[in-house]
């Protein structure tokens, strides 16, 4: 699909930057144990991989928020590993 959309794009990206956006595919869960099928090794894939999980994160709190009156505490969440006052 990336060589295809390469091609489509009309634009003349070099064989350096393809390899990393594949590398960034294949790399942004970080870790083997989150489901990536290689560890996190470039630059690019380490910062890609901070971004989702900021974004993960802040999209947990919204659900969290969504279920939590405000000016309390909300039950504890295993995946942020802690209760957020709100």
């Not at 294949?26 to 890609?48: F, R």
Request: glycine share 4%.
């Amino acid at each position: 699909m990336i060589d295809r959309a390469v091609m489509n794009a009309g634009v003349p990206f070099n064989e350096d930057f393809i390899r990393r956006i594949k590398g960034c595919i294949v790399q942004h869960h970080g870790k083997l144990e989150y489901g990536s099928p290689k560890k996190a090794n470039m630059e690019e894939s380490i910062i890609l991989n901070y971004a989702d999980t900021v974004d993960a994160t802040m999209n947990k709190i919204e659900q969290i928020r969504e279920n939590t009156r405000d000016n309390t505490w909300s039950q504890y969440d295993k995946r942020i590993e802690t209760k957020l006052y709100l």
